[in-house]
């Protein structure tokens, strides 16, 4: 065992080695910050980020990145991102240590001005859209005045920051100056800044504080506070450069581990190395650049975790999370038409020898609580659980429904109720969204059978019963016949009693019809379906029923608009003088003259179509019981089934 301890040990050291190589020649990756919060509210579903990717051994922008060099992550599933470059501005806070370097007689203040005027002139501050954002922090004894100057962020004025310039130059400071606090009192103005409107404006820049001192002294300096200021400033994506003035006893490894620990860069300043700091701020000035990751968001109201990715530079992988928001709710969906309890009737036409085809019209009304518009690609209706049709047509998606075939007709008066309900999925969510079930009354009318039809309809159900009569009319006159033949006078009674009980199945007539002959059913208009009964002399038809006895609530109708006149067994119709006038058949009448009316016939008021339906004749009450007059005998005689001719006037 001894023996292998060398080569163990060999091993092991190599392995060290290996992996140390590697790591260095891998890198630590680039700098990504997400910058800001995502917005998820400029225009959803989508959501838009600022990302910024920087070298962290240069402080550069690092260019020329694209969409496979990102990756995205929502709750742990990808997403589909977007990238393009954007100017998003920097934010500097520049932070002046005074003490050590603003003593009476010392240059180096002079020369750390020198710089920050460089600075200054690198960045664009001109208040435009992307414009960079500046701040200056000076730092004196606590018993001194603390932090002075002090120049708030400016997006628009750099020369608020250059008027402090002469005083940071020519006011000497003897005293001890606390670093840590003008560190913290530049962080607060990232992280929270009363003003809103700059709050705004510093959501998507890049937060940058660069610090000028000559290092930290140790009685305002502790490693507790310290990791506090790394803390804030890497859980708030802010980089800090350090800026040393060599000259002074001041210690320089805090300065230096504090640049290191929150991604920026320590520099040296001599008289000689102007151009090393230049440079630094040329490259951190490239920072205004970003760039905008923009995918979608399809999740319900929320917030969510969000990984970005940055892949393949020639640094290696970087990474940064955050949280986004989604305000996505469910869309709702509601039939508009019918309206719930409409009733329908679907009318039956011997004409047509059927039932005529009545059509509903359907629509749905769409409602984003989110207030997100969009609409579903397909609206799908079902009647009782049956799809009775779909359509796509936004916003309403109309289908025209043949009500008439839900149920199939047997002939007899059917009345239903109909549930409706509208089904589609929201295009965001994916998710199936239902309107509450409508429902609606539909009757079909019961057939209307002439007497032939009746006859046939009687035969076919109860032929049996008419083969049983057949065979008793047979065996009843084989009967008839026996007994004639043997005994004439009991033949005779048998007959004379067997006609007195067929007399007694005859009916006698009667003068008052046993219903209304006709009737009027409206197929068209805001009373579809209703009907009414023609049972009086004469039946006036109308807009409202103070004038009518048939009212048709219809604006476009008169007071009355016409009148049905039952003379004998024919019905007429007579305009009344109307103001929109009334058609038979789509023919126009004249006003005050009577027309014949057809059965079937469509009589148009207004915007009201009206079906006469005829429902059967009376007898006809003869003029003297018992008399049947000669056909030569005078008077106005006409058949039956015409109207009566009216008399001849007197002859003067």
């Known amino acids: 065992m001894k023996r292998c301890a060398p080569v163990l040990v060999f091993v092991s050291v190599v392995t060290l080695l290996l992996f140390q190589a590697s790591g260095q020649a891998q890198g630590v990756g680039p700098v990504v910050d997400m910058l800001g919060r995502p917005d998820a509210a400029s ?69 750390a001005v020198d710089l920050m005027e460089a600075l200054l002139n690198m960045l664009q501050i001109d208040g435009s859209a992307g414009a960079d954002m500046v701040g200056l922090i000076g730092i004196r004894g606590r018993d001194e005045g603390g932090l002075t100057p002090v120049v708030p962020f400016t997006d628009f004025d750099p020369n608020a920051v250059r008027n402090e310039f002469n005083t940071l130059r020519t006011e000497p400071v003897n005293e001890v100056t606390p670093l840590y606090d003008g560190i913290d009192r530049a962080i607060e103005w990232f992280t929270e800044n009363p003003d809103a409107t700059l709050q705004d404006k510093l959501a998507t820049r890049r937060p940058i504080i660069i610090v000028f001192s000559d290092g930290i002294d140790n009685r305002f300096s502790s490693e507790a506070h310290e990791t506090i200021i790394i803390d804030k400033c890497l859980e708030n994506d802010i980089l800090l450069y350090a800026v040393r003035m060599e000259g002074g006893p001041t210690d320089a490894d805090n300065l230096e581990a504090l640049a290191a620990q929150t991604n920026g860069i320590y520099v040296s300043h001599t008289p000689g190395t102007d151009a090393a700091v230049l440079g630094l701020f040329e490259d951190v000035v490239t920072q205004r650049q970003s760039y905008r990751v923009t995918f979608p968001l399809l999740r319900r109201q929320g917030d969510y975790e969000v990984r970005v990715r940055v892949l393949g530079t020639a640094l290696g992988d970087g990474s940064d999370s955050g949280t986004v928001s989604s305000r996505l709710q469910l869309t709702r969906l509601a039939v508009t038409s019918p309206a719930e309890g409409a009733a329908y009737t679907v009318p039956y036409s011997s004409t047509l020898g059927g039932y005529v085809p009545l059509q509903v019209p359907l629509q749905v009304a769409l409602t984003a609580p989110d207030g997100i518009r969009r609409d579903p690609a397909e609206v799908v209706y079902f009647a009782g659980g049956v ?57 079909w009318e019961a057939v209307e059978r002439t007497l032939v039809d009746e006859t046939e309809k009687w035969f076919l159900s109860y032929w049996w019963l008419l083969l049983i009569l057949a065979l008793f009319a047979i065996g009843f006159l084989f009967l008839l016949i026996l007994l004639i033949k043997t005994r004439g006078e009991l033949a005779k009674k048998v007959v004379t009693q067997t006609t007195g009980v067929f007399k007694g199945v005859t009916q006698r007539l009667s003068t ?28 006036k038809v109308g807009r409202d029923p103070q004038f009518c006895d048939f009212p048709l609530y219809d604006e476009y109708t008169s007071n009355p608009h016409f009148s049905v006149q039952l003379d004998q067994t024919n019905f007429y119709v007579t305009d009344e003088g109307s103001t929109n006038g009334t058609r038979i058949n789509g023919m126009p009448i004249r006003p005050h003259q009577r027309v014949l009316l057809q059965p079937d016939a469509v009589i148009e008021a207004g915007q009201t179509r009206l079906q006469f339906k005829r429902l059967g004749g009376t007898t006809r009450q003869l003029g003297v019981p018992g008399a049947i007059q000669p056909a030569g005998g005078g008077g106005n005689v006409h058949p039956p089934t015409q109207p009566a001719r009216p008399p001849d006037p007197p002859k003067g």
């Open 43 to 111: 225009a959803p579903p989508n959501v838009a980020m600022h990302v910024s990717v920087i070298d962290p051994d240069t402080g550069r922008f690092i260019e020329g990145l694209s969409d496979a060099n990102f990756a995205v992550q929502v709750s742990g599933e990808d997403v589909q991102p977007a990238v393009s470059t954007a100017t998003s501005g920097v934010a500097v806070v520049i932070v002046v240590d005074r003490g050590g370097i603003s003593r009476s007689g010392d240059p180096r203040i002079g020369r």
């Open 387 to 443: 799809r009775v049709g779909s359509s796509t047509a936004a916003p309403t998606f109309d289908v025209a429904w043949e009500v008439s075939s839900v149920v199939t007709p047997t002939g007899e008066a059917v009345t239903r109720d109909v549930t409706l309900v509208a089904v589609a999925e929201d295009p965001y969510l994916g998710e199936r969204i239902e309107s509450e079930p409508l429902t609606i009354r539909v009757t």
């Open 512 to 539: 008052v019809p046993s219903q209304a002959p006709g009737k009027l059913v409206v197929v068209h208009g805001a009373n579809v379906g209703r009907e009414f009964r023609l049972g009086a002399p004469v039946v």
